[in-house]
Protein backbone atom coordinates (compact mmCIF):
# COMPACT_ATOMS: atom_id res chain seq x y z
CA UNK A 1 0.00 0.00 0.00
CA UNK A 2 1.27 3.49 -1.13
CA UNK A 3 -0.03 6.14 1.67
CA UNK A 4 -1.41 9.39 -0.72
CA UNK A 5 0.30 12.22 0.42
CA UNK A 6 -1.22 15.97 -0.08
CA UNK A 7 1.70 18.18 -0.26
CA UNK A 8 -0.80 21.48 0.23
CA UNK A 9 0.57 24.65 -1.03
CA UNK A 10 -0.29 28.57 -1.66
CA UNK A 11 1.42 31.19 -3.35
CA UNK A 12 4.81 32.00 -2.14
CA UNK A 13 5.49 28.28 -1.16
CA UNK A 14 8.75 27.19 -2.60
CA UNK A 15 10.38 24.42 -0.86
CA UNK A 16 7.34 22.01 -2.36
CA UNK A 17 9.19 19.72 -4.61
CA UNK A 18 11.82 18.98 -2.43
CA UNK A 19 9.30 17.46 0.15
CA UNK A 20 7.68 15.91 -2.89
CA UNK A 21 10.51 13.95 -3.42
CA UNK A 22 10.84 13.23 -0.26
CA UNK A 23 7.72 11.23 0.45
CA UNK A 24 8.00 9.60 -3.23
CA UNK A 25 11.44 8.06 -2.66
CA UNK A 26 10.01 6.60 0.52
CA UNK A 27 6.95 4.83 -1.35
CA UNK A 28 4.28 7.31 -0.93
CA UNK A 29 1.97 8.93 -3.44
CA UNK A 30 2.07 12.66 -3.46
CA UNK A 31 -0.03 15.15 -5.36
CA UNK A 32 0.82 19.45 -5.03
CA UNK A 33 -2.61 20.26 -4.45
CA UNK A 34 -3.27 24.98 -3.66
CA UNK A 35 -5.25 25.32 -1.13
CA UNK A 36 -7.72 27.07 -3.40
CA UNK A 37 -8.69 23.90 -4.85
CA UNK A 38 -9.43 22.55 -1.18
CA UNK A 39 -11.56 25.89 -1.45
CA UNK A 40 -13.14 25.21 -4.06
CA UNK A 41 -14.31 21.80 -3.86
CA UNK A 42 -11.92 20.57 -6.63
CA UNK A 43 -9.80 18.15 -4.14
CA UNK A 44 -11.18 16.76 -1.14
CA UNK A 45 -9.27 16.46 1.95
CA UNK A 46 -10.25 12.53 3.00
CA UNK A 47 -9.07 11.38 0.15
CA UNK A 48 -5.38 11.21 1.61
CA UNK A 49 -3.20 9.33 3.80
CA UNK A 50 -0.68 12.24 4.88
CA UNK A 51 -0.43 16.03 4.79
CA UNK A 52 2.61 18.67 4.52
CA UNK A 53 2.68 21.71 4.76
CA UNK A 54 5.63 22.99 2.70
CA UNK A 55 8.54 25.24 3.92
CA UNK A 56 8.09 29.20 1.69
CA UNK A 57 7.19 32.45 1.99
CA UNK A 58 3.38 31.55 1.73
CA UNK A 59 1.46 34.91 0.79
CA UNK A 60 4.72 36.66 1.17
CA UNK A 61 4.95 36.41 4.83
CA UNK A 62 2.15 39.50 4.64
CA UNK A 63 0.71 40.52 8.22
CA UNK A 64 3.24 37.44 9.44
CA UNK A 65 4.68 34.40 8.34
CA UNK A 66 1.66 31.68 7.57
CA UNK A 67 -0.37 34.21 8.77
CA UNK A 68 -2.91 34.25 5.54
CA UNK A 69 -2.86 30.78 4.21
CA UNK A 70 -3.87 29.84 8.33
CA UNK A 71 -7.06 31.58 7.79
CA UNK A 72 -7.61 30.19 4.42
CA UNK A 73 -7.05 26.62 6.30
CA UNK A 74 -9.36 27.87 8.90
CA UNK A 75 -12.65 28.04 6.47
CA UNK A 76 -11.66 24.10 6.37
CA UNK A 77 -11.86 23.75 9.67
CA UNK A 78 -14.59 20.70 10.14
CA UNK A 79 -12.34 19.15 7.23
CA UNK A 80 -8.85 19.39 8.78
CA UNK A 81 -10.09 18.45 12.28
CA UNK A 82 -11.75 15.18 10.95
CA UNK A 83 -7.82 14.50 9.31
CA UNK A 84 -5.81 15.18 12.88
CA UNK A 85 -8.75 13.60 14.92
CA UNK A 86 -8.39 10.39 12.42
CA UNK A 87 -4.44 10.49 13.43
CA UNK A 88 -3.29 11.21 9.84
CA UNK A 89 0.13 12.25 10.18
CA UNK A 90 0.32 16.23 9.31
CA UNK A 91 4.25 17.79 8.59
CA UNK A 92 4.69 21.55 8.92
CA UNK A 93 8.13 22.61 7.78
CA UNK A 94 9.06 25.78 8.25
CA UNK A 95 6.17 28.02 6.65
CA UNK A 96 4.26 24.77 7.22
CA UNK A 97 4.87 25.20 11.27
CA UNK A 98 4.38 28.55 11.22
CA UNK A 99 0.82 27.84 9.21
CA UNK A 100 0.22 25.45 11.66
CA UNK A 101 0.50 27.08 15.10
CA UNK A 102 -1.69 30.10 13.66
CA UNK A 103 -4.49 27.70 12.74
CA UNK A 104 -4.30 26.67 16.35
CA UNK A 105 -3.63 22.91 15.57
CA UNK A 106 -0.14 23.39 17.47
CA UNK A 107 -0.55 23.65 20.43
CA UNK A 108 -3.69 22.24 19.33
CA UNK A 109 -6.69 23.96 20.75
CA UNK A 110 -10.12 22.75 19.94
CA UNK A 111 -11.93 25.68 19.09
CA UNK A 112 -8.49 26.80 16.81
CA UNK A 113 -7.66 29.36 18.73
CA UNK A 114 -3.90 30.83 18.16
CA UNK A 115 -2.08 29.83 21.42
CA UNK A 116 1.37 30.52 20.73
CA UNK A 117 3.20 32.16 17.57
CA UNK A 118 6.52 32.33 15.55
CA UNK A 119 8.31 35.46 16.32
CA UNK A 120 11.28 37.81 14.42
CA UNK A 121 14.12 36.24 15.20
CA UNK A 122 16.87 37.71 18.01
CA UNK A 123 19.01 38.38 15.92
CA UNK A 124 17.16 40.70 13.72
CA UNK A 125 17.68 38.53 10.47
CA UNK A 126 17.07 35.85 8.30
CA UNK A 127 19.19 32.88 9.22
CA UNK A 128 20.29 30.25 6.96
CA UNK A 129 22.74 27.41 8.60
CA UNK A 130 23.27 24.30 9.94
CA UNK A 131 22.01 23.83 13.64
CA UNK A 132 22.55 21.08 16.11
CA UNK A 133 19.24 19.67 17.68
CA UNK A 134 18.10 17.26 20.10
CA UNK A 135 15.14 14.56 20.05
CA UNK A 136 12.90 14.25 23.25
CA UNK A 137 13.01 10.27 23.35
CA UNK A 138 9.90 11.00 25.52
CA UNK A 139 7.86 12.61 22.76
CA UNK A 140 4.77 10.81 21.22
CA UNK A 141 6.02 12.16 17.98
CA UNK A 142 5.52 9.88 15.26
CA UNK A 143 8.24 11.42 12.92
CA UNK A 144 11.28 11.29 15.09
CA UNK A 145 10.39 7.65 16.41
CA UNK A 146 14.05 5.87 16.20
CA UNK A 147 15.91 8.83 15.33
CA UNK A 148 19.56 9.89 17.17
CA UNK A 149 19.62 11.41 19.62
CA UNK A 150 21.56 14.42 18.38
CA UNK A 151 22.35 15.26 14.87
CA UNK A 152 22.35 18.62 12.37
CA UNK A 153 19.54 20.37 10.45
CA UNK A 154 19.39 23.12 8.21
CA UNK A 155 17.43 26.26 9.02
CA UNK A 156 16.19 29.07 6.90
CA UNK A 157 13.91 31.50 8.68
CA UNK A 158 13.28 35.19 9.36
CA UNK A 159 10.39 34.33 12.19
CA UNK A 160 11.78 31.28 13.34
CA UNK A 161 11.26 32.23 17.37
CA UNK A 162 8.66 30.16 19.45
CA UNK A 163 6.90 32.15 21.34
CA UNK A 164 3.94 31.21 24.16
CA UNK A 165 2.94 31.73 27.68
CA UNK A 166 4.64 30.05 30.42
CA UNK A 167 1.86 28.11 31.29
CA UNK A 168 1.56 26.57 27.72
CA UNK A 169 5.16 26.24 27.62
CA UNK A 170 5.24 24.22 30.69
CA UNK A 171 2.31 22.19 29.48
CA UNK A 172 4.50 21.26 26.05
CA UNK A 173 7.37 20.37 28.22
CA UNK A 174 5.32 18.61 30.76
CA UNK A 175 3.74 16.35 28.59
CA UNK A 176 6.99 15.74 26.15
CA UNK A 177 5.18 17.65 23.13
CA UNK A 178 8.63 19.71 22.71
CA UNK A 179 9.41 17.10 20.26
CA UNK A 180 12.84 18.89 18.75
CA UNK A 181 14.76 21.09 20.93
CA UNK A 182 17.69 23.18 19.75
CA UNK A 183 21.33 22.79 20.97
CA UNK A 184 22.17 25.75 19.66
CA UNK A 185 19.42 28.01 19.66
CA UNK A 186 19.83 30.45 16.82
CA UNK A 187 16.38 32.45 17.10
CA UNK A 188 15.66 33.02 20.71
CA UNK A 189 12.99 30.27 20.25
CA UNK A 190 11.69 29.93 24.24
CA UNK A 191 12.75 26.67 25.93
CA UNK A 192 15.06 25.84 22.62
CA UNK A 193 11.83 24.44 20.94
CA UNK A 194 12.68 23.77 17.44
CA UNK A 195 9.85 21.57 16.55
CA UNK A 196 6.29 20.50 18.53
CA UNK A 197 4.00 17.70 18.45
CA UNK A 198 0.20 16.86 19.27
CA UNK A 199 -0.97 14.52 21.80
CA UNK A 200 -1.36 12.18 19.99
CA UNK A 201 2.32 12.80 17.95
CA UNK A 202 0.53 12.55 14.46
CA UNK A 203 0.54 16.25 14.42
CA UNK A 204 4.55 17.57 13.63
CA UNK A 205 6.19 21.11 13.00
CA UNK A 206 9.41 21.52 12.62
CA UNK A 207 11.25 25.33 11.86
CA UNK A 208 14.65 23.04 10.88
CA UNK A 209 14.22 21.05 6.72
CA UNK A 210 14.16 17.41 7.22
CA UNK A 211 13.86 17.90 2.81
CA UNK A 212 17.17 19.81 2.45
CA UNK A 213 19.08 16.66 4.26
CA UNK A 214 17.47 14.29 2.94
CA UNK A 215 20.65 12.19 0.95
CA UNK A 216 24.05 12.67 2.16
CA UNK A 217 25.49 14.34 -0.87
CA UNK A 218 23.74 17.71 0.95
CA UNK A 219 25.71 17.48 4.04
CA UNK A 220 28.80 19.76 4.17
CA UNK A 221 30.33 16.92 5.72
CA UNK A 222 31.11 13.53 4.38
CA UNK A 223 28.88 10.78 4.62
CA UNK A 224 29.50 6.70 3.89
CA UNK A 225 26.05 6.06 3.48
CA UNK A 226 23.77 7.19 0.54
CA UNK A 227 21.00 8.55 2.73
CA UNK A 228 21.03 10.78 5.77
CA UNK A 229 18.81 12.20 8.79
CA UNK A 230 16.03 13.75 6.86
CA UNK A 231 14.81 10.45 5.20
CA UNK A 232 14.17 8.88 8.64
CA UNK A 233 11.24 11.49 9.08
CA UNK A 234 9.26 10.93 6.26
CA UNK A 235 9.88 6.87 5.93
CA UNK A 236 8.04 7.38 10.06
CA UNK A 237 5.24 8.88 8.38
CA UNK A 238 4.74 6.57 5.49
CA UNK A 239 5.08 3.77 7.66
CA UNK A 240 3.09 4.80 10.49
CA UNK A 241 -0.05 5.36 7.76
CA UNK A 242 0.56 2.06 5.95
CA UNK A 243 -0.87 0.95 9.82
CA UNK A 244 -3.89 2.84 10.12
Given amino acids: MKPKVIILRASGTNCDLETRSAFDFVGARTELVHINELLNGAKKLVDYDIMAIPGGFSFGDDISAGKI ?47 ATLYSNDLGHFICRWVKVRVNKNSPCIFTKGLPDEFYLPIAHGEGKFISTRSIISDLKQKNLDALLYLENPNGSYSDIAGITNNSGNVFGLMPHPERVFFSLQQPWKNKGILSIGYEFFKNAVNYARGL
Fill in 69 to 115: FALRIKKLKSDFNDFIKAKKPVIGICNGFQVLVKTGFLPYDIELKQR
